[in-house]
Each structure stands twice: as C-alpha cells, then as structure tokens.
C-alpha cells in the first residue's frame, strides 16, 4: 500500500516562495504519476498540477502556471511543489495524490476522481 506525506507548509507573507514535499513509503513512486490539489476554506477541492511517472511531462491549473513548479527526485520517493510569489488566494491545505500508471511514461492528470492514493494534507497561509 502506498502511503503519502506531506509537509513544508506554512505561514508565508504574499509574493514569498514555499517548497511543500511529499514524500512516499510502503512502495516506489517510479509508476505513479502524482497530482497536486488544495482545498481553501469554505470551497472545493481544486487541481494544482501534476507531474507524469517519467518526471518528463508536467502540467498546471491556469491559476499557478508560472508561479508553481512541480518536480520528483526517485532516490528520495519525494514530489515536490514549489510555489512562488505566492498570493493570500493560494491559503488552503496542499495534497499530493498518486494513480498507478506505467514506469517512465508521460500520463499526468489532476483530477481528484482519478487517483487512488492520497495523502492528508499541509496548510499553507499566505498572509501579510
């Protein structure tokens, strides 16, 4: 059973950088692309981006293209997030997901309904 983690979150003042980790144990993450969602108070789940079992496809939410970069590091099990000049609307709580796929292909997806794994989140708070 694979289980995630996350953690780097954090109280940030606006346009300031965060790297949120996830990081993964009970099974290697090399067949799994992984999805980056976020909950703000009081509304929906949202997709973030995701990142493709390759690390070689990525793709964002129009509301973080730009700002956000999603990257994997295998020796480590880890997916990071790293979000820059980040803004008060980007307050919620970060989870990284995972869905089975195939080692080293470009299958990347963000969608909540799609993945099989998830893990229970990290608040960010970008606040003055």
């Known amino acids: 059973q694979l289980q995630l983690k996350e953690s780097g979150g954090g109280l940030v003042q606006p346009g300031g950088s965060l790297r949120l980790s996830c990081v993964a144990s009970?099974?290697?993450?090399?067949?799994?692309?992984i999805g980056w969602f976020r909950q703000a108070p009081g509304k929906e789940r949202e997709g973030v981006g995701c990142?493709?079992?390759?690390?070689?496809?990525?793709s964002y939410a129009d509301s973080v293209k730009g700002r956000f970069t999603i990257s994997r590091d295998g020796a480590k099990n880890t997916v990071y997030l790293q979000m820059n000049n980040l803004k008060p609307e980007d307050t919620a709580v970060y989870y990284c997901?995972?869905?089975?796929?195939?080692?080293?292909?470009?299958?990347?997806?963000?969608?909540?309904?799609?993945?099989?794994?998830w893990g229970k989140g990290t608040l960010v708070t970008v606040s003055s």
């Open positions: 990142i493709s079992s390759s690390g070689g496809n990525t």
């Open positions: 009970g099974l290697t993450l090399d067949r799994y692309a």
């Open positions: 997901a995972a869905v089975e796929t195939m080692i080293g292909n470009d299958f990347c997806i963000y969608i909540d309904y799609g993945m099989d794994y």
